[in-house]
């Protein structure tokens, strides 16, 4: 009987201990960095995962397509639509300055695009050093942080060209004020090229240009969001 006892006491001390773990495994509450509710919905995936940046309805109202493309040379994917919320959403970070909102974008897809990317550089799109001194950062390098060890902003814009004011066949002329940093070395390195919003893949192929003229050994591309048809806009 005082065997059973012990035994019974014992194997409460084991649930105990492995409650406690599972609770230091649970993210503090936090709240969304979107609609600023409450993350109640903290799931298995968010709490080994760290803490999430958004909450489960923020999360859905992004349309997830994750597609590859490879129409321009190079394994491009898309994670969103670029859609109305995902337009407003983007606004608010990159027109209104509210960097908090970074982190949410990739918030469910970070860890798996981590294991991908680990042994590749980045390079994000160019902006023209006045937006991101004026914004107080540069919104692609704060969307996609963290995905690789290492970013190194090789391309630059030398005229503040707003490529969303621009026709299709405007837009081809990207490259004209597009400059490559001698001073950066991606010979024989893998090359992971990012962007928030891809329209008509102007900006990415004269990137990718000059990227792979620098000799890249391999080069992806991960874009956040696509335009289905910019000709909507």
Not at 29 to 38: G, L, T
Not at 147 to 161: F, G, L
Request: overall charge positive; aromatic content about 10%; glycine content about 4%.
């Amino acid at each position: 009987m005082l065997q059973q006892v012990k035994s019974f006491f014992s194997r409460i001390g084991g649930l105990r201990q492995w409650k406690m773990r599972l609770q230091k495994l649970r993210p503090k509450m936090v709240k969304c960095r979107i609609c600023f509710q409450d993350i109640f919905d903290i799931n298995m995936h968010q709490a080994l995962h760290s803490q999430m940046q958004i909450c489960q309805k923020c999360q859905n109202q992004f349309t997830t397509i994750f597609e590859s493309d490879r129409s321009i040379g190079s394994k491009v994917t898309v994670l969103y639509d670029y859609d109305e919320f995902m337009k407003t959403t983007l606004f608010k970070l990159k027109a209104c300055g509210d960097i908090e909102i970074a982190p949410a974008f990739l918030a469910y897809h970070r860890p798996s695009l981590k294991a991908h990317y680990w042994n590749y550089v980045m390079i994000p799109a160019p902006s023209h050093p006045h937006h991101d001194s004026n914004r107080g950062f540069n919104h692609v390098e704060e969307i996609f942080a963290g995905i690789t060890s290492q970013v190194v902003k090789a391309i630059r814009k030398t005229e503040e060209r707003k490529q969303s004011d621009l026709s299709a066949i405007e837009r081809q002329a990207i490259g004209e004020i597009l400059r490559w940093d001698e001073s950066v070395d991606i010979i024989g390195k893998n090359v992971l090229f990012v962007d928030d919003v891809m329209t008509t893949g102007a900006t990415i192929k004269a990137c990718l240009k000059m990227i792979s003229f620098h000799g890249a050994k391999t080069i992806e591309v991960l874009v956040l969001s696509r335009v289905q048809d910019y000709r909507q806009r």
